[in-house]
């Protein structure tokens, strides 16, 4: 090709662009051959964890598909679920003896650490990252003595995070020296919580004007999760904070009265909202405000609904589970949401007028 050509097509390009006017998204149901049910909890690179039901749960992760699906169950342990994961390791609990144990793998059944400390009777991992796990632990109700903690691989290296003054507490995630969670008040109100190690660094992030609030997944500089206002203390808002230090933005969509947000990539926000309290939740996406909210539910394949979102990586592919009806009822089907761009006008006109270009120079 002469370096006229090149020229011409790069102006064509240049002045039409190749720009992303919308996305749509492909459905994938992830629910492994010869499993009756399925949660996603999440996605961290190309691996989507969580569980699949062959009479009870199975712990598990996806690197790629439905029939790619990896059982950590162990063979000591009733069931099991994958409740997070930073692509090395992943987290969760089983139950054993009727309790429930904080387990830590490393891609296989084979390789799993119980982490539940010594003096506690039942524990749950619920985030990774380098190397530290976070959840929580209890002896007789999470509801009433729950602790949150910090391990580094061991049962024996539990940090209890459990702030003083409130009644009982829970790690749901961290990221690098962050962790993030609840701790409820003695009047029994959660209010988001923040520590960096130590009980001693517990910071209090409920927002003024909100009875409860938490503080449920974090990417990059951002912290999703939800709160109920005074002012409408039915309606649970879904929340993001740029800022730790600041008020939250309320991602809650018009037209919706209740939200949740259940993860970031650090852009792109998801979750649900629903139309009225007891109204069926419809999938979002948010780009940080409420009004960037994006109603996925119409990329939901006839037959399923009540679709969960929990997850979404850098590239934007996001995962939950959905209801799919049966003629007992209903199953639980983990999925994917993959994003398709679609070209712009502009973009498809530079494209045909590239083509053009290329088939004068071939005559």
């Known amino acids: 090709m002469s370096t006229k050509v090149l020229f011409i097509a790069a102006v064509l390009l240049g002045s039409f662009g190749?720009?992303?006017?919308?996305?749509?998204?492909e459905f994938v149901d992830l629910t492994p051959p010869g499993y009756s049910s399925s949660d996603a909890l999440g996605i961290v690179g190309n691996q989507v964890y969580g569980g699949a039901w062959l009479g009870v749960e199975h712990a598990g992760y996806w690197p790629g598909g439905a029939s790619s699906f990896v059982n950590l169950t162990p063979t000591t342990y009733t069931q099991a679920q994958v409740s997070g994961s930073d692509g090395t390791n992943e987290v969760g609990f089983g139950g054993v003896n009727g309790n429930a144990h904080a387990l830590l793998w490393s891609g296989t059944a084979g390789s799993v650490v119980d982490l539940?400390?010594?003096?506690?009777?039942?524990?749950m991992a619920s985030?990774?990252?380098?190397?530290?796990?976070?959840?929580?632990?209890y002896n007789n109700n999470p509801a009433t003595d729950e602790h949150a903690m910090l391990w580094t691989g061991t049962a024996a290296s539990a940090v209890d995070?459990?702030?003083?003054?409130y009644a009982f507490s829970n790690a749901a995630n961290i990221l690098g020296n962050q962790e993030i969670g609840g701790a409820w008040t003695n009047a029994g109100n959660e209010h988001a919580a923040l520590w960096h190690g130590t009980a001693a660094s517990f910071v209090?992030?409920?927002p003024t004007g909100f009875i409860t609030s938490t503080a449920y997944a974090q990417s990059?500089?951002?912290?999703?999760?939800?709160?109920?206002?005074?002012?409408?203390?039915?309606?649970?808002?879904a929340l993001l904070w740029t800022d730790p230090a600041a008020s939250p933005i309320d991602l809650t969509p018009q037209g919706f009265v209740a939200s949740l947000a259940t993860a970031t990539n650090g852009s792109e926000q998801v979750g649900d909202a629903q139309t009225s309290i007891s109204g069926t939740p419809h999938p979002m996406v948010w780009s940080g405000s409420a009004a960037s909210a994006i109603d996925l539910s119409s990329y939901l394949p006839a037959g399923y609904t009540e679709a969960g979102v929990n997850g979404i990586n850098d590239q934007g592919v996001i995962v939950g589970q959905a209801t799919i009806i049966t003629q007992g009822g209903g199953e639980s089907r983990a999925y994917e949401l993959i994003p398709v761009p679609e070209p712009s006008t502009f973009g498809v006109i530079?494209?045909?007028?590239?083509?053009?270009?290329?088939?004068?120079r071939r005559r």
């Open 220 to 237: 990059q500089s951002q912290i999703v999760g939800w709160g109920f206002p005074q002012s409408a203390p039915q309606d649970e808002r």
């Open 127 to 137: 985030g990774v990252s380098n190397g530290v796990q976070v959840g929580g632990a």
């Open 18 to 25: 190749i720009a992303k006017a919308s996305v749509t998204y």
């Open 161 to 165: 995070l459990h702030p003083q003054g």
């Open 116 to 123: 539940t400390p010594a003096n506690y009777t039942n524990a």
């Open 350 to 360: 530079g494209i045909a007028a590239l083509a053009a270009t290329l088939r004068i």
């Open 204 to 206: 209090d992030l409920n």
